[in-house]
Nanobody
Framework: EVQLQASGGGLVQVGGSLRLSCAAS????????IAWFRQAPGKEREGVSS????????YYSDSVKGRFTISIDNHKATVYLQMNSLKPEDTAIYYC???????????????????WGQGTQVTVSS
């Protein structure tokens, strides 16, 4: 069974940085897509970024483009989300998810995401 373990959240000041990690087990890391989502209190879940495991194609939401970078280490079966220039509106629980297919940019809407990890809290203080 595929398991995803997200980590790296914490409390950071505005303008600071954090790197989230999503470690996957029992997931074929040379195919499929892995994505990060977030959900703030009282708000709908938002797709943040996704990456194709086979060719490294990435997608970002407009709200994080230019500030966040997703990357993948196939050997470690881990996906990272480097978050820079953090803003208070980035405060949320961040989840990683994975799917065996490739939904392109629709992955940010959750399409094809069959497996979900537990969340990690990111809090940006002003």
């Amino acid at each position: 069974e595929v398991q995803l373990q997200a980590s790296g959240g914490g409390l950071v000041q505005v303008g600071g940085s954090l790197r989230l990690s999503c470690a996957a087990s029992e997931f074929t890391f040379d195919e499929g897509q892995i994505a990060w989502f977030r959900q703030a209190p009282g708000k709908e879940r938002e797709g943040v970024s996704s990456i194709s495991a086979s060719d490294g194609v990435t997608y970002y939401s407009d709200s994080v483009k230019g500030r966040f970078t997703i990357s993948i280490d196939n050997h470690k079966a881990t996906v990272y989300l480097q978050m820079n220039s953090l803003k208070p509106e980035d405060t949320a629980i961040y989840y990683c998810a994975a799917g065996l297919g490739n939904s392109g940019s629709y992955s940010l809407r959750g399409y094809g995401m069959s497996y979900w990890g537990q969340g990690t809290q990111v809090t940006v203080s002003s």
